[in-house]
């Protein structure tokens, strides 16, 4: 069976984003009502597998997330949400298993105490997928026990 590798954003890309976060995140921070952070987490584990020809492999997977987030900008109506994961095999030195580079990142605009909408690269939890979507995403909740969810892009 033939893997193939996916592909991220281009460095340029990512560096002009960490430009624009570093930038603007201390500015929007220094709102009296803004909240912000920002986390990171590796993990790493191994394990050995054994075919049914009896060849062993060693496997190292590793993984790095990092998420964060500042809310409260603009008297509460306003939150800017980044995230993302970077995998790998670091034991295959023929890298035959596909590396995985996942990145979100969306405004979310609260317009009413009953409408939320978010635009960017984000998560569609709801539905028959979990992967991500670059779009606009809308919620409204007319009643407590009521809610309608669209989205495209």
Known sequence: MRMRRTRGPSPGGLAAVALLLLVSVPAIAAEPTTNWWVHLR???YT???EGPNGVTLDRLPAYQDFDG????VAGGKLALR???RLADDL???EKTTDRSRLYVGHLEARLDPRVTARLGRQFVQEGPT???LDGLWLSYRPAARWQAQIWGG
């Open 82 to 84: 980044f995230g993302g």
């Open 69 to 72: 987030a500042v809310s409260g």
């Open 47 to 49: 394990f050995q597998t």
């Open 42 to 44: 590796s993990t790493a």
């Open 91 to 93: 034991s295959l030195k």
């Open 130 to 132: 979990g992967l991500t």
